[in-house]
């Protein structure tokens, strides 16, 4: 069977910490769904890690990671935050696979992403520009290539991606007219690669069946979060994929009744890269107090996050969505400062009580958002290592989000390194 890690609210919520932690108790790591847009830190023995496109499960040197075929992989990128982790130490010799159905982001992709966002000027969605919404685009329009057309061997394989690429690249240049990319020289590039990248390459469909069906413990790690999915996200400010408990199945060609465990990862407040709306979101000393201590800068971009208090409606929706069966509260220990907290708990609209997160975001900027109000317990939490030895306040707060969720607590994240989690 097989434990999920989703976030529950707009990202960044400190997922990987959790997979690694989790890690240390799995055979398998897989990441089902995004592209090198994610960016998970993780801290061991004092060392930092960030991962943006591999699984966090390459920390642990007897785990198997698994790019799966949900995926959209720069390849440039995957070889470039390979050798980053490994001039730390680690070795992912053997041990790191790519699904042999994942689709390419090219560069091309990528001058794509930063067209389009020029066009759309003040409605820009704030993307990180890493070519991951275009991927996914000629996915959907059948006019992308998959990991399978570069590293194949059969007669005419590469004539086939040759044409693909040529194809690709004229119909970017259709739509967004004459730019600077060199297409011969990325195709010399892309027979380079091929070779390099081919002893990567897995059926994913078969290595993930193969875990499953000999009792080994698969972990899957979701990148981004719900409240940026395709389809119950703040569309448009979402990323291109489907980032909720559904994007598991797809991106990892697993049935529902193989996963056992969903955790949903909530940070003990909110923060949001990017545009769109955002109810909690504080833009005053509280939100820069949060950004502050939180350390809140984007792991792929290092943008500033912007920063508000924990939104319940929106941890509720996700909970209901994605089923989850815990839930990970982490970097609860940015909360220690403070006399007063605050939770969302619903949100009105002209006069009326929502029952649901609201699909169009018109409503979603003008809603007012009803708080209650906790007491903070003013002192450092850092060094705590078991539940009961927390301050009363400190359990009180989350007390009042496992009430008001409905899901159990079973992780409390305490500060960055790797020990700083309290299993409940």
Request: glycine share 10%.
């Amino acid at each position: 069977m097989s434990t999920v890690v989703i976030g529950a609210q707009w990202g960044d919520e400190g997922k990987g910490k959790l997979v690694d932690i989790l890690c240390d108790k799995i055979d398998v790591c897989a990441r089902c769904q995004g592209g090198n847009n994610a960016g998970h830190t993780i801290v061991v023995n004092g060392i930092k890690y960030d991962f943006h496109m591999l699984p966090s499960g390459l920390v642990n040197p007897d785990c198997v990671n698994l790019v799966g075929s949900g995926v959209v992989v720069h390849i440039p990128s995957f070889f470039s935050e390979l050798a980053a982790i490994e001039d730390k130490g680690l070795d992912a010799t053997g041990r790191l696979f790519v699904s042999s159905r994942c689709h390419i982001v090219f560069d091309v992709h990528q001058i794509a992403d930063g067209l389009h966002e020029a066009e759309l000027s003040a409605g820009a969605l704030g993307t990180t520009r890493r070519g991951i919404g275009p991927a996914y685009s000629t996915k959907a329009t059948r006019s992308g290539i998959r990991v399978h057309h570069l590293v194949s061997q059969e007669p005419g394989a590469w004539e086939e991606f040759e044409s693909r690429f040529r194809s690709l690249v004229l119909s970017f240049k259709k739509r967004y007219g004459e730019f600077d990319y060199d297409v011969e020289a990325e195709l010399v590039r892309y027979k380079e690669l091929a070779e390099k990248f081919r002893p990567y390459v897995t059926d994913a469909i078969e290595l993930m069946h193969e875990a499953l069906d000999s009792k080994k413990r698969v972990l899957v790690e979701g990148a981004n979060a719900l409240m940026l999915d395709l389809d119950f996200g703040t569309y448009p400010f979402v990323t291109s994929s489907s980032t909720s408990i559904g994007g598991v199945c797809t991106g990892l060609g697993i049935p529902p009744q193989k996963i056992s465990n969903i955790i949903g990862v909530v940070k003990a407040y909110t923060t949001r890269v990017g545009a769109g709306p955002f109810p909690t979101e504080q833009l005053n000393e509280i939100g820069e107090e949060l950004q502050t201590v939180g350390a809140e800068y984007g792991v792929t971009t290092g943008r500033k996050r912007r920063c508000g208090w924990l939104d319940l409606v929106v941890v509720k929706y996700s909970a209901r969505i994605n089923g989850f069966t815990s839930i990970n509260i982490t970097k609860l220990d940015v909360l220690d400062g403070l006399e007063d907290i605050k939770v969302a708990v619903a949100y009105h609209h002209k006069g009326k009580r929502l029952t649901s997160f609201p699909e169009d975001l018109r409503v979603v900027e003008q809603v007012e958002v009803e708080y209650v109000t906790l007491k903070g317990w003013k002192s450092s939490i850092a060094d705590v290592k078991n539940y009961n030895d927390l301050p009363e306040n400190c359990k009180a707060y989350l007390k009042y989000i496992e009430d008001f969720v409905g899901c159990k607590i079973g992780y409390i994240g305490v500060g960055p390194a790797r020990a700083a989690m309290i299993e409940c």
